[in-house]
């Protein structure tokens, strides 16, 4: 009991801390992730409004595009006749910012109508003015171009503005499974329109997130590991002195048993020589007395039979048993006193052999056997079966009696429960008897079971393995 105890706790402590140190983890990734990402994001956004400067200054003044590309990163300009221009460090950079080039084009025209007309993007809408010579205007379209004449009546150098619309960037995924950042602009001057766009390889930006999640996957481990040692030592610390109490009783239990036997059977043997004295009317006092011995004698044994299967010293030799032969001397053993209550003993019993220990598999059906005669009314009856079942001899020990009520079913096999406690004492019980019945049955490998017989009574199932 106190291992399934300990095994509990210590799930317990694993589930909670371990729920916890998993959650803080996820967010710590989740921040730690979202960081890297936005790290890189804002190179992109920095370079690319460098790049986005140059480009508005040369494209206004037709210039080539020449642009220096730092690694992992390319450049690529669109003209409105859907040529490519691509700046980048590497072939394989520059195929695959030609490839996202043009995915990129496709989710901008699809999102924001980019690339098509500058009435269309621009209308109602925030541009900025770049000229040549570095003068910018910002604001809506209308008030922007009504400024351009008004600087331009006044003789105010701005030959060749351009129309600058930029995108917040977006992530890209290519046909190969690269994944990439893009940041879009539009550009539009008095004689060309082009699109551009300014990727940056994702590639360093997820390995060092994977980097990172291997780090707390490995944290995660290490730390499940550690909750799982603690909780197994605290879990053994708080049981300890559960422990101790727990064998200090039963030694306890065991000592004193073993010191009542010797006075109680000193008693039992005078009583019983004293019952042929002529004693008169102390006679009853007599009976008393060895009713009360006889009683306390039976206590004795059970508390004995308890503490030496909670020591591991209630020996069981597993051995070829004939259970029906078993069976059959426990019922003529009981016949007599069932037949001091007219109570009739219905026995089937087939030839079966099991695996186990013939004394306690009669000493359990003895107990089961008193306890069904006992409590069931005078007239009444008791069945007794064996029988084979595949790999299994079943043993059935039914009554008709008052039967044991639902509520009391699953504390029926508890020490010292019983569920009628005055009707017990009358009887003579102590709420032992099917405890050790129960530690007999589980030493012996088997199982036991309570269920309601079809008249009423109680219905114990007895199952353990056969030979062969």
């Not at 980019?114 to 040549?132: F, M, N, Q, W």
């Not at 032969?325 to 003529?332: D, M, R, S």
């Not at 019980?429 to 079971?449: A, H, P, R, T």
């Amino acid at each position: 009991m106190l291992q399934k105890l300990g095994k509990r706790l210590t799930l317990l402590n694993m589930v909670i801390a371990g729920a916890i140190l998993l959650a803080m983890a996820l967010v710590a990734l989740g921040i730690s992730e979202g960081t890297i990402a936005a790290q890189h994001e804002r190179d992109l956004v920095r370079y690319a409004n460098s790049v986005f400067s140059v480009l508005s200054r040369t494209m206004a003044g037709n210039i080539e595009y020449i642009i220096q590309t730092p690694e992992r990163y390319a450049v690529v300009v669109e003209n409105s006749s859907g040529e490519l221009y691509v700046s980048a460090e590497s072939q394989e950079m520059t195929e695959a910012a030609r490839e996202t080039a043009l995915l990129a084009h496709q989710k901008l025209v699809e999102r924001a109508g980019l690339g098509k007309t500058v009435a269309k993007e621009t209308r109602g809408s925030s541009v900025t003015i770049v000229g040549e010579f570095g003068s910018s205007m910002q604001g809506p379209i209308g008030v922007v171009t009504s400024r351009i004449m008004w600087e331009a009546i006044r003789g105010v150098p701005i030959d060749f503005p351009s129309l600058v619309t930029t995108v917040n960037p977006f992530l890209l995924t290519g046909a190969g499974g690269a994944r990439y950042r893009v940041s879009a602009m539009q550009v539009i001057t008095l004689n060309k329109e082009s699109l551009v766009f300014v990727i940056q390889d994702r590639g360093e930006e997820l390995s060092a997130q994977f980097r990172l999640r291997g780090l707390f996957a490995s944290s995660i481990v290490g730390g499940l590991v550690l909750i799982f040692i603690a909780s197994l030592y605290l879990s053994r610390r708080a049981i300890e002195p559960i422990d101790k109490s727990i064998r200090q009783q039963r030694a306890f239990v065991a000592a004193a048993s073993h010191e009542l036997r010797t006075p109680l059977a000193a008693l039992a043997a005078n009583a019983e020589i004293l019952r042929d004295a002529p004693l008169g009317e102390y006679a009853p006092y007599l009976e008393s007395v060895l009713h009360v011995s006889s009683r306390m004698t039976l206590l004795v044994s059970d508390l004995m039979d308890l503490a030496r299967a909670d020591a591991g010293e209630l020996s069981t030799q597993m051995l070829p048993v004939d259970a029906n032969e078993v069976a059959a001397k426990a019922i003529q053993w009981m016949r007599p006193l069932a037949e001091q209550k007219a109570i009739e003993i219905i026995e089937s019993l087939e030839p079966t052999e099991m695996i186990g220990d013939s004394d306690r598999v009669r000493q359990i059906l003895l107990a089961l056997l008193d306890n069904a005669v006992r409590y069931t009314p005078e007239g009444g009856r008791v069945f007794v079966s064996v029988e084979r079942d595949g790999r299994y001899a079943r043993i059935r020990v039914a009554d008709t009696g008052e039967g044991i009520p639902g509520e009391h079913k699953a504390f029926i096999f508890d020490r010292f429960y019983r569920v009628d406690k005055a009707r017990s004492r009358d009887n003579g019980g102590f709420g032992l008897g099917l405890s050790i019945v129960k530690q007999l049955v589980e030493q012996m490998e088997g199982d036991i079971s309570l269920t309601d017989h079809e008249s009423g009574g109680a219905q114990f199932d007895l199952r353990f393995k056969t030979v062969g």
